[in-house]
């Protein structure tokens, strides 16, 4: 994609998202952290783009989907987006969202996650990018305001990183395996049966998914599961139709799997999560 500058501020970012920001790039600012916040309706889309400073982003309430060229990352009430200075990447508000961000400036780079990740969101620092949007986008750095900054800026690299990241090839024939099954993710047919819709080997398919994916064939479409389990739970899908939409055969296997890489029962989650929005 080829991004225009915007002739009033210098901005190369796309115009969704400088409409978003309210016309603000945090890229111009020298403050160590600027913090936004907006509202987006279900199915918004915010095309692909890059910030010099890092990115958290997390929702209030809603649910998001954060695209790079190495994979997908799901963001859900509770868990916040890390996103380094320099990758591209688009958002899908897959849900009516409230959404806040904090940009950090890149002098902070060295003591922030150096990937793409989506961190456990403590309430402290749920609060500490609230304020700072309340703050706004000038402050004293040396006063109380810039004293929460960087008590922000510090607690980003004390969250703990959550197994809610697809990764994504980059051969054609992989990813248009992995596009198809991410529409169905129900499809239960082995890696031998997808060889001649994709045009591929069996072998080369193995050797693609572990060496562009870091995962196996299996391993990746369960993890697929768990993303999609985790999009459809904020659709408000019942565990029993996300179970049998996603090809288990009962509710008891799928919640094993889900139980294994989240931490908590699917029921839990839901609960945990619809309280965390009220």
């Known amino acids: 994609m080829t991004l225009s500058k915007n002739m009033l501020t210098g901005s ?21 952290v600027v913090a ?26 809603g649910s998001m989907r954060v695209e790079t060229e190495g994979g997908i990352w799901i963001t859900t009430p509770g868990r916040a987006c890390w996103i380094p200075g320099g990758i591209e990447h688009g958002v899908i508000y897959t849900k009516a969202s409230k959404s806040r961000a904090a940009y950090i400036h890149e002098r902070f780079g060295a003591q922030l996650p150096n990937k793409c990740c989506v961190l456990q969101l403590s309430g ?16 004293d750095e040396s006063g109380p305001a810039g004293r929460i900054m960087q008590v922000l800026i510090d607690q980003i690299s004390r969250q703990r990183e959550t197994p809610v990241f697809l990764p994504e090839g ?3 024939r992989l990813r248009r395996l992995t596009a198809l099954l991410y529409e169905n993710p ?3 047919r082995s890696l031998d049966d997808w060889c001649q819709l994709v045009g591929a080997s069996t072998r080369t398919l193995t050797r693609l998914f572990l060496n562009e994916t ?26 029993t139709q996300i179970a049998f939409a996603l090809g288990y055969g009962s509710t008891s296997s799928f919640s094993t799997m889900f139980t294994r890489a989240m931490g908590e029962p699917p029921t839990v989650y839901v609960s945990r999560n619809e309280s965390s929005t009220v």
Not at 52 to 61: D, P, Y
Not at 214 to 239: D, K, N, P, V
Request: glycine share 8%.
């Open 124 to 139: 402290l620092l749920r609060e500490l990018v609230v304020t700072a949007v309340d703050i706004g986008l000038t402050y």
């Open 170 to 172: 980059k051969d054609h």
């Open 12 to 32: 190369t970012l796309p115009d969704d998202i400088l409409q978003a920001l309210k016309g603000m790039d945090p890229d111009f600012s020298e403050q160590s």
């Open 214 to 239: 870091g995962m196996t064939f299996s391993a990746w479409r369960q993890q697929l599961c768990l993303i999609r389990a985790l999009e459809m739970m904020e659709e408000g899908q019942s565990i």
């Open 36 to 61: 936004h916040g907006a509202d987006f309706p279900s199915r918004q889309s915010m095309l692909v783009h890059s910030h010099k400073r890092g990115q958290l982003i997390f929702v209030l309430s």
């Open 186 to 188: 129900g499809d239960t």
